[in-house]
């Protein structure tokens, strides 16, 4: 039986006696609405943890004062049933004041480049917002190991330095992005799009598959390639793109040559979604 929780108290009442027992914490922290994503999580965690620990939380500090906090998509009873078949044992559901009750003043910042280009730049204050979030989770939890998805590359980015630099005992995951089977990136904020809107949203995956291709018949001009692939977005009139970058997979530094694993990320607009996407391009030898 999967159990469900609301406190930070009663949570770590729960996980105590399991660590005492020797077992291994697997974590995946989320905001619900599952999806085979999600799910792919917790089955990597339960492959490598005794106890699977799932948290679900609409975090409001990662969420900027135009962004979609209050519609964002929620099905409590659903997400259940999804978690306990992928085999979590504890389902972590705090309410914003158990996280943050009155008074509430710390925040986790991770500086420089990695937090504040991509989606930090069109987003201020989201990583911030992640970062203390997932140090709150991983403190009350203490987990062996937290699951993230590459589908948000840029947090396991920022979630692996702020583990690295505040020395916070803990393996940081990444799992493969998991697609439809048409492409699109699995995101619960796929929810918003309407049937156009979600035959427009291919261009995104479409554009990462064709710049495999591109790197593969010999470009390794990043400028070129990106301005390749921008102007093939920009041709599907449903689609506001918001970036498509070139870059470090590691530092998320821009890159003028393709010499080296290179990241691909993209960010577009579609109707009320704001969808990300990416993909790693291997080439010589790396
Ligand atoms: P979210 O609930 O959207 O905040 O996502 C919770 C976790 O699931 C994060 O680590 C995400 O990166 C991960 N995730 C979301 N979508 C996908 C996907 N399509 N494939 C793999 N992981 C995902």
Redesign the pocket.
């Known amino acids: 039986m999967m159990l469900e929780i609301n406190t930070v108290k009663e949570l770590r009442e729960a996980i105590g006696p399991e660590k005492a027992k020797g077992k291994k914490i697997g974590f ?6 599952f ?4 799910l ?2 917790m089955r990597e965690a339960k492959n490598r943890a005794g106890i699977v620990v799932v948290s679900i939380f609409v975090n409001p500090t990662q969420f900027g004062p135009n962004e979609d906090l209050d519609k964002y998509p929620r099905d409590l009873e659903r997400d259940r049933g999804l978690a306990e078949g992928a085999g979590v044992d504890i389902l972590f559901v705090p309410s914003a004041a158990e996280m943050y009750p009155d008074g509430y003043a710390t925040y986790v910042e991770v500086a420089g480049d990695i937090a504040d280009v991509l989606c930090g730049r069109s987003r201020p204050g989201h990583f911030r917002g992640v970062a203390t979030i997932v140090a709150k989770l991983l403190n009350i939890v203490m987990p062996d190991a937290a ?6 590359w840029q ?2 980015v920022v979630i692996k330095r702020m583990v690295h630099d505040i020395n916070m005992d803990v393996e940081i995951v990444g ?5 439809e089977a048409d492409g699109l ?4 904020r796929n929810a918003y799009l309407n049937p156009k809107e979600r035959e427009a949203a291919l261009i995104l995956s479409r554009a990462l598959r064709l710049a495999h291709d591109i790197v593969k018949g010999g470009e390794r001009d990043a400028a070129r390639l990106s301005k390749a692939l921008q102007g093939y977005i920009r041709a599907e009139k449903h689609v506001e793109l918001e970036y498509l970058e070139v870059c470090d997979p590691e530092s998320l530094a821009p890159v003028d040559k393709i010499a080296a694993d290179t990241l691909v990320a993209v960010a577009a607009k579609i109707g009320k979604a704001r969808l990300i996407d990416n993909t790693i391009i291997h080439v010589g030898g790396s």
């Not at 999806?35 to 999600?38: A, D, F, K, S, V």
């Not at 990136?185 to 619960?188: C, G, K, T």
Request: aromatic share 10%.
């Open positions: 995946v922290p989320t905001m619900g609405y999806h085979e994503g999600h792919a999580l699951f993230f998805g590459e589908k948000d947090q396991l799992i493969p992005t998991v697609r990136a699995m995101s619960s």
